[in-house]
């Protein structure tokens, strides 16, 4: 249908809307009104994506001045359904198109080479690295110029396709997912991936991941031609936080100071080579650095500067400085990184005979390397950019042989660079693994608004939305940004399809909770096994059971499959039970009785395997269970839709590892820089992850599951507060505090309420008509019940 919003004519490919559907949309139109960023909460299953899209491309055709949507998602599956969403509204669209009516949007998602490589030879490496490594071997500059001159040289087909059509080689008008641009791409010859960082320039949306935006060191390649009036959306944000703090942390092992070495050596001959063979490639180098013109060596220097100014690892004041004389000359520069990397690994080794931890800012680091190896601050802002110009020069395609010099390099400049926000943490050892001897250096980020605040000052609306963004009002605190929008929104119902539950104490009155000084005990352990094994028996189809860790849910699946002695029973006479050798079935033997079992891993692959078999148990009605992983890649990314997923059981409370010194590190620069508790940031931090892991099996609003809160934590107000409004709504006093048996007849009662027959239909009567939307009050009334706050 189309509808009027204050003025605006918006197309959305459903004949009815949902209340905070509309709530929704007109929060985001408030917020590109007044160009200013905008912070939105919005239950999952609600068709937060699509209702997105409607809005921003119907803005963009009202309003042409505005740049591209740049749509910022985690993981591909993610981009891929946003594609699809897009090319829904799209066929809507079409069949509305007629005379005067605009031309179709063009969209394209970009993702790495691994994903859209079409080479045999190179798309058949299973690792990132290998297909990266690949690909510029048959790419580079200098491998073409070879090529061209002489006919043994191999290049890849599809790049000099693409680059001998050049700006011609534009994509039709259209909606591309990955799987589409990949088979017009191999139709027309063309390279898939340099296809869609062409297309970046000038498509309408732009699909991507998050580092593309906010990792410096892929920012600056990648979207340095975005304009100011392009608007930006991180879905899926409610970790948004943390993937900023990681992409601004660096750290390495004595393995990997011995690699620098290594490079070093590697350096060093290949530059006395290049002198021998050809002096005027390092002279022209060496040439451009003292201009301060380009610190890559190849690129035109506008260009250069502009794809600098986009990279938050140096600042503008920088751009207009030269490239200090002691490290122009590149014999010079190699000189000076194996200056640093001596030292650096002469504190690990110090760090490793001492075995104590040392904690210091970068200032004091880099006073320590001032005083031991002589090395200039000023020379060590420029250390990653001038190390990228010699490997170019030096025409290195191979670049992952050179990652471990490239990541010491990274962390010097990031040292010299910035003041505050940062620390230096020295261990002896993993401090998960305190006994096994391995030093680790690392530059801990603690202020995750260093790597999104360029992203707020350079472009104008910038919208953070999620499901699970309680309590909302910590992050402008964590990001440290004033958004002009600022909502949370619950979800409209016809029937409470969702039924969370607290469940405290076992049946024999074993308090269930993982606290650390009580969670490995035999009768905890046991008492979430027999949780475990009611649930199996009570639900059907599929069963997904989060562990707050894997170190934790390895030890407790270890306990489960121990079977116990049975039990000795005394003969009719009084007499002494005869030895028995037969035990009894442990806990799996017992859950395997109702369903199979699948259990994620750390490897990826071996992951994706036991989801496939696992939907594919449900699918022919067997019913499996997964044992997983808060914080993991199926707790992250996964939807356990319908069949799939007809309960979630956390098993305690996903709390992060608090002994960890970046943790503490992070917590104490919360207390004293944004005035946020420790408390307040571990409590917020576990609920949100525990409302991430309830949301899997609730995909829509036909859909319905459980939710179990398997801890006596969850109890407790601090707690159980911080949850969203969409799990809170339907928290009611009769599910708090249960034991095993009374949640296990209340999930009974709702499984089979909720297995009656139901059809969108029924939902409908919470929708809002066309009609409706023509009526102030009635959308005023709807809009009342879904906005929180």
Partial sequence: ????????????????????????????????DAKGHALLEMPTGTGKTVSML?????????????????????????????????????????????SGRPHRLLAVGLSSRRNLCIHDKVAQESERESVDTKCRSLTASWVRARAAAKHDVETCPFFEALEAHGTDSALPHGVHTLDELKELARARGWCPYFLARHAISFADVVVYNYQYLLDPKISGLISSSLRRESIVVFDEAHNIDNVCIEVMSINFR??????????????YADVARLKRVDAQRLNREYQALVHGLATSGALPAGARTDELRANPVLPESMLSEAVPGNIRRAE?????????????????????????????????????????ANVDAKALKFASERLRSLLRTLEVTNVQEFQP??????????????????TVLLEPSDDRTPSLPDPVMQLCCLDAS?????????????????????????????????????????????????????????????????????????????????????????????????FPSYLYMEEVIRMWADRPNAARRPTSGGAPPAPQSRRLPSVLDRVL??????????????????????????DCGRGAVFLSVARGKVAEGVDFDRHYGRAVLLLGVPFQYTRSRPLIARLEYLSEACQVSEADFITFDAMRQAAQCAGRVIRGKTDYGLIIFADARY???????????????????????????????????????????????????????????????????????????
């Fill in 54 to 98: 409607s809005l921003i491309t119907s803005y963009q055709r009202k309003h042409p001045e505005v740049g591209k949507l740049v749509y910022c998602t985690r993981t591909v599956p993610e981009m891929e359904k946003v594609l699809q969403e897009l090319q829904h509204l799209e066929r809507f669209r079409d069949g509305l198109r007629g």
């Fill in 405 to 422: 010099l490239t990541l010491v390099a990274e962390f010097a400049t990031m040292c010299a660079t910035y003041e505050a926000g940062f």
């Fill in 715 to 789: 109890n407790r107000p601090d707690k159980r507060n911080k949850l969203p409004q969409w799990i809170r709504q339907h928290l009611g006093d009769e599910h708090l505090n249960l034991s095993t048996d009374m949640g296990v007849l209340i999930s009974r009662r709702f499984l089979k309420r909720m297995a009656q027959p139901v059809s969108d239909e029924d939902q409908q009567a919470v929708a809002l008509s066309l009609a409706d939307l023509r009526d102030p009050v009635r959308i005023r009334e709807a809009i009342a019940k879904t906005v929180v706050s």
């Fill in 450 to 546: 260093i790597a999104i605040k360029h992203v707020f000052e350079r472009f104008q609306s910038v919208v953070i939305t999620s499901g699970t963004l309680s309590p909302i009002e910590l992050y402008p605190k964590l990001l440290r940004f004033r958004p002009c929008v600022v909502r949370t929104l619950t979800m409209s119902l016809r029937r409470d399809c969702i039924c969370p539950l607290v469940v405290c104490r076992a049946a024999d009155q074993t308090v269930l909770s993982t606290r650390f000084e009580t969670r490995s005990e035999e009768a905890t352990v046991r008492a979430y096994g027999e949780l475990l094994i009611q649930m199996a028996e009570s639900v059907p189809d599929g069963l997904v059971a989060f």
């Fill in 332 to 372: 010079h520069f190699v000189t000076f990184l194996q200056r640093v990397v001596r030292h650096v690994k002469g504190r690990l080794e110090r760090c490793r005979d001492e075995g104590s931890s040392v904690v210091e800012k970068p200032a004091r680091f880099l006073a320590g390397l001032q005083q031991d």
């Fill in 593 to 618: 009785e109702h369903k199979l079992v699948y259990i994620e891993t750390p490897d990826i692959v071996e992951t994706t395997l036991a989801l496939e078999n696992y939907k594919r148990a449900c």
């Fill in 254 to 267: 004595e393995a990997t100071l011995q690699a620098c070495e290594r490079n070093v050596g590697r350096l």
């Fill in 1 to 32: 249908m189309e509808f009027d919003m204050d003025g605006l004519l918006v197309d959305f490919p459903y004949p009815q809307i949902y209340p905070e559907q509309y709530a929704y949309m007109l929060e985001i139109k408030r917020a590109l």
